[in-house]
């Protein structure tokens, strides 16, 4: 319980950080439209566009939950100005070792969390910075939360008339759970990528040192 505690001064305080204008807001939201977003961890882009759209900005894993798989539901998300979003998400885990079938006979685990870009590029070629956090809570009295630190950065693909984009992720995060079975903290970096090829091809990947409580290293690689 101090875990959210903790969060929410560390959010609240950012709302005391300057945040600098930029052009127009769908031209923030550019990195949308290239899919520069991770499937297990969040990026220093922050959704600047003021209307409830369907996407998971901010991924919300059950920390301590052993599971086969997890899938992510479409989530609500939205941009709340000076470089916020919020957002809000359903995970559903299969638990290990068990005849599951999703939503059927899954676990459900509802989230929301909040993320504050500090730094305001005018274009994808600067360094975005964003700190945020989300909780969230499950059955057998299972509840957790994440607190990050995050900066993402274009590499290639910055001159006009290139047909292919690269984007670099790191970040820093400190997870918490609580469950039947037990609670534990843990705090690792992680690394991700995104390429893309005009809107065409889609490719992701993403790795982090396994905390405590888990079996292996996270991974994940992706292509759409």
């Known amino acids: 319980m101090h875990f959210y505690f903790r969060l929410l001064f560390v959010l609240g305080c950012t709302l005391m950080l300057p945040s600098a204008l930029v052009a127009g807001e769908a031209e923030r939201d550019e990195w949308v439209r290239q899919r520069a ?3 297990m961890h969040p990026v220093g882009y922050s959704l600047s566009q003021r209307k409830i759209t369907l996407a998971n900005v901010i991924p919300m894993h059950p920390s301590g939950f ?5 899938s992510m539901l479409p989530g609500l998300a939205t941009g709340l100005g000076r470089g916020w979003e919020a957002a809000a998400q359903v ?5 290990l070792g068990a005849n ?15 993320q504050k ?3 305001r590029g005018e274009t994808l070629k600067s360094t975005a910075l964003a700190v945020g956090g989300y909780g969230w809570g499950g059955p ?6 994440m607190f990050y630190a995050v900066a993402s950065k274009q590499i290639s693909g910055l001159k006009e008339g290139d047909n292919h984009a690269l984007f670099g992720h790191f970040g820093v995060k400190a997870e918490a759970f609580d469950n039947a079975v037990g609670d534990s903290s843990g705090v690792r970096p992680f690394l ?8 065409l091809v889609f490719l992701s990947g993403e790795v982090s040192p ?4 888990e079996f292996a290293n996270q991974y994940s690689m992706s292509a759409t």
């Open 37 to 39: 977003e991770l499937r």
């Open 192 to 199: 991700g990528a995104n390429l893309s090829f005009g809107q």
């Open 210 to 213: 396994r905390q405590a409580w």
């Open 66 to 70: 052993a599971a086969e798989r997890y």
């Open 91 to 95: 995970t559903l885990a299969e638990t």
């Open 100 to 114: 599951n079938d999703g939503i059927i006979n899954g676990r459900a685990f509802y989230g929301g969390g909040l």
């Open 117 to 119: 870009q500090l730094t």
């Open 140 to 145: 057998t009295k299972s509840s957790g939360g």
